[in-house]
């Protein structure tokens, strides 16, 4: 029933930017948190950034904090990743997620189908 479509990946020099996309279907924002999480082959699957649409709260990785911020448009039902000053190690598919809590993948009910980012050196 419901759907998360993520767009906007792609391959980037390091230092450059990239916007990710990430359109629900059959989703309430309003009390609920959504965000996105990423996995590179061979790591464990981390927390990016989330955010709780009842009051706006941001939750962000130590190591994404003050380059990537997390928004949304209520009217496009929709939540984007700005990603800015992308580094190599930001390498990962991207997954876009709803109905759960804070940082916590377990938590996390709807995942998407990912979208790839490559930062080269």
């Known amino acids: 029933q419901v759907q998360l479509v993520e767009s906007g990946g792609g391959s980037v020099q390091a230092g450059g930017s990239l916007r990710l996309s990430c359109a629900a279907s059959?989703?309430?924002?309003?009390?609920?948190?959504m965000g996105w999480f990423r996995q590179a082959p061979g790591k464990e699957r981390e927390g990016v950034a989330t955010s709780y649409t009842g009051d706006s709260s941001t939750y962000y990785a130590g190591s994404v904090k003050c380059r990537f911020t997390i928004s949304q448009d209520n009217a496009k039902n929709t939540v984007y990743l700005q990603m800015n000053s992308l580094k190599p190690e930001d390498t990962a598919m991207y997954y876009c997620?709803?109905?759960?809590?804070?940082?916590?993948?377990?938590?996390?009910?709807?995942w998407g189908q990912g979208t790839q980012v490559t930062v080269s050196s």
């Open positions: 059959g989703y309430t924002y309003s009390r609920n948190y």
């Open positions: 997620v709803a109905g759960g809590f804070r940082m916590v993948a377990a938590s996390y009910e709807y």
